[in-house]
């Protein structure tokens, strides 16, 4: 069974910078597409950035675009999301998760929740003075 835990959330300051991971275990797939979401309080989740394994291709949101890197280390079946320049808005709790399908030919991915299969537990991202 496949799962995933997040780390690296935590309290920074405005303009500061977090790296976030996301470990998986229990991973066959030669395939997957690798995203990252945060809810706020009282707001729904919302996609952050996606990543297929095919080639390493990203896409980002437009919030978080030229701010936050997704990057990954195959060895370790751990991916990272580098968020700098984090923004009060910024703050919620960020999750990772997993699609062992396709969302698309070739390199595509979308973040939409409704095409993840597997999540992690979310760590909490608080940006604040």
């Known amino acids: 069974q496949l799962q995933l835990v997040e780390s690296g959330g935590g309290l920074v300051q405005p303009g500061g910078s977090l790296r976030l991971s996301c470990a998986a275990s229990g991973f066959t797939s030669d395939y997957a597409v690798i995203g990252w979401f945060r809810q706020a309080p009282g707001k729904e989740r919302e996609g952050v950035s996606c990543?297929?394994?095919?080639?390493?291709?990203?896409f980002y949101a437009i919030s978080v675009r030229d701010r936050f890197t997704v990057s990954r280390d195959i060895a370790k079946n751990t991916v990272y999301l580098e968020m700098n320049n984090l923004k009060p808005e910024d703050t919620a709790v960020y999750y990772c998760?997993?699609?062992?399908?396709?969302?698309?030919?070739?390199?595509?991915?979308?973040?939409?929740?409704?095409?993840?299969?597997?999540w992690g537990q979310g760590t909490q991202v608080t940006v604040s003075s």
């Open positions: 990543t297929s394994s095919s080639d390493g291709s990203t």
């Open positions: 998760a997993v699609s062992l399908r396709p969302h698309g030919p070739g390199s595509v991915c979308y973040i939409l929740a409704r095409k993840y299969d597997y």
